[in-house]
């Protein structure tokens, strides 16, 4: 009777201790990032705005447009991101109106080198009159569980006084020299994100749905600032080849 009873509850600790190592496991797969890099709206891979740690895998490329505006999507880019190696990666970005007049504007060019696991540089070369080059250091958690970044705006000419980071003290006014970004991911299932992003003067709050390695969603909020008073929202698509 006793070997008996003693082989019984041998069974019943071994399948509770099962059931908390599937609760783990499950636990643990729900909050993995997922394993492919989706671009921003400035080009390079990472969150909604702010480029991240992580790099596409060697040879692969990411293609994506979005649109952005307050009441109707006035404003949209394209982008094409491509890794050349296992720590570096190429963006070529391209904006234009939609609606009213705006004069034409020239490919922004970008660059990111992973230093090591949880550090990276990256540049933004922007030709367009009036917009300032931008250099930045990047650290965080991979996945962009968490991004923390300073940079500089570097002027060519002092007719130079935008950023596409950067903070500006009101409108009209020069973007400051120096600029701090920070972003976040968290992962709500397996296949959709909330990201956080503040990139100097905007903050967007995001949602990203990934249907597989292929296609994924965005979709996001810009909370009023210095240069916008109302809210604007973003849409757009990522495309994996």
Not at 14 to 28: H, I, N, Q, S
Not at 173 to 186: G, H, I, N, R
Not at 199 to 222: P, W
Request: charged share 20%.
């Amino acid at each position: 009777m006793c070997g008996k009873n003693s082989k019984k509850s041998k069974t019943i600790d071994l399948t509770k201790t099962g059931r908390k190592l599937f609760v783990v496991v499950f636990a643990f797969l729900c909050c993995l990032p997922t394993l492919w890099a989706d671009a921003t709206l400035n080009g390079l891979t990472g969150t909604m705005l702010v480029p991240g740690l992580d790099i596409l895998p060697p040879g692969g490329a990411r293609a994506a447009v979005h649109f952005t505006g307050v009441d109707d999507f006035n404003h949209a880019s394209f982008k094409g991101v491509f890794a050349f190696s296992d720590d570096a990666e190429v963006a070529v970005i391209k904006r234009f109106a939609i609606t009213g007049i705006e004069d034409q504007t020239d490919p922004v060019f970008a660059g990111k080198y992973k230093v090591r696991p949880n550090m990276a540089v990256a540049a933004m070369i922007d030709p367009n009159d009036g917009y300032k080059d931008s250099i930045m250091l990047l650290s965080g958690l991979p996945g962009n569980r968490v991004v923390l970044g300073v940079g500089t705006n570097v002027a060519m000419s002092e007719s130079e006084k935008k950023g596409r980071f950067g903070r500006y003290n009101e409108h009209g006014t020069e973007v400051d020299p120096v600029f701090f970004l920070m972003a976040a991911s968290l992962n709500l299932d397996v296949d959709t994100k909330l990201t956080m992003d503040y990139a100097g003067n905007d903050f967007c709050i995001g949602l990203r749905h990934a249907f597989d390695e292929t296609i994924s969603f965005d979709f996001g909020v810009f909370t009023p600032d210095r240069l916008n008073s109302d809210y604007r929202y973003l849409a757009g698509a990522n495309f994996g080849f």
